[in-house]
């Protein structure tokens, strides 16, 4: 199906609004939701991939576009600022976790 000029404009604005769930849930850590936000945020990306180079805004339409394009990734940038330390922190268990098998599995459970 073929999007016309406000299904693309409706397309971003539900992005912008699923994106702006999303750093509400990072910033409450709730990781769960963020995963399932951006799911949701994803299936939007996909629509708009099979469409977006078919559908030519102009005017106001573009501007908007534009303007939702650059909240995105602000949105974007401050879920990255929130996750980046939280993705560290369980690199780290994963790694000492693994590091504790592995002495185990050498040494054996003393």
């Known amino acids: 199906m073929t999007m016309t000029n406000d299904d693309v404009l409706s397309t971003y ?3 912008l609004a699923l ?4 750093v509400s849930a ?15 945020v994803g299936a939007h990306v996909a629509a708009l991939q099979a469409n977006d180079q078919q559908v ?11 303007a939702i394009i650059k909240q ?3 949105y974007d940038r401050i879920i990255r600022d929130l996750t980046t330390p939280w993705m560290a922190q369980l690199s780290q ?3 000492s976790s693994g590091t504790a098998r592995r002495l185990n599995n050498a040494y054996g459970g003393v």
């Open 13 to 15: 604005e539900a992005m």
């Open 19 to 22: 994106s702006a769930q999303m």
């Open 26 to 40: 990072a910033e409450s850590g709730e990781w769960d939701e963020l995963s399932l936000l951006e799911k949701r």
């Open 56 to 66: 030519l805004l102009e005017g106001a339409s573009r501007v908007k576009k534009v």
């Open 72 to 74: 995105l990734l602000a």
């Open 93 to 95: 268990l994963i790694n």
